[in-house]
């Protein structure tokens, strides 16, 4: 698996490559902005784990289930105290 993750308050992503499992991996996927993060182990058991970036190739298979939300609007929105785009989740009318 080659991955490419962005750490916790970094700028940029770190890249590795190596046979990693996903333990886990959670987010938003939407057409306003998706936002997924991801956790990977090693052979030793070491976890590692930050923001998804674009140009992972997974080595074997990914099971993951998308689950579709209508009530709820998932938007990203720049927040004035940092340059993040944080999430912002509306009801839908």
């Known amino acids: ?46 976890t590692i784990g930050g923001h998804l970036l674009n140009g992972n190739l997974v080595y074997t298979t990914a099971e993951i289930i998308i689950q579709e939300e209508d009530e709820l609007i998932f938007n990203r929105e720049t927040d004035e105290t940092n340059r993040w785009k944080e999430l912002k989740i509306q009801k839908r009318i």
């Open 1 to 46: 698996m080659d991955c490419h993750i962005r750490f916790a308050n970094q700028t940029e992503g770190s890249k590795g490559s190596g046979h990693f499992e996903i333990v886990s991996l959670t987010g938003i996927v939407s057409v306003n902005g998706s936002h997924i993060h991801i956790s990977i182990g090693d052979d030793s058991g070491k």
